[in-house]
Nanobody, 121 residues
Framework: QVQLVESGGGLVQAGGSLSLSCAAS????????MGWYRQAPGKQRELVATRTSGGSTNYADSVKGRFTISGDNAKNTVQLQMNSLKAEDTAVYYC???????????????WGKGTQVIVSS
């Protein structure tokens, strides 16, 4: 199987910055998309940003201009640089990957266990 391990969460004051990292390991044939989702207390999990293996990126409107996603296809890693953080960015952030474990395998969705980000106002 594929494992995703996140790191870099923590506590920061509003207006500050944090960087999250995620590394995928295990039985990886190809990863097509890696990204970040978040879930705040009492809310549904939502997309934050994604990056395709071709380098295309997509951001939630709420983070455009403040967050930047980047990655290394060869290392199967993805990072999220979060600047100008707001209290409403407080959530558990989950790494996500869409990929295959073999040549003929169907695409699967993999999730990390999540890392907490708390932004104090």
């Amino acid at each position: 199987q594929v494992q995703l391990v996140e790191s870099g969460g923590g506590l920061v004051q509003a207006g500050g910055s944090l960087s999250l990292s995620c590394a995928a390991s295990g039985r990886i044939f190809r990863i097509d998309v890696m990204g970040w989702y978040r879930q705040a207390p009492g809310k549904q999990r939502e997309l934050v940003a994604t990056r395709t293996s071709g380098g295309s990126t997509n951001y939630a409107d709420s983070v455009k201009g403040r967050f930047t996603i980047s990655g290394d296809n060869a290392k199967n890693t993805v990072q999220l640089q979060m600047n100008s953080l707001k209290a409403e960015d407080t959530a558990v952030y989950y790494c996500n990957a869409v990929g295959r474990t073999g040549t003929w395998a169907t695409a699967q969705v993999f999730w990390g266990k999540g890392t907490q980000v708390i932004v104090s106002s």
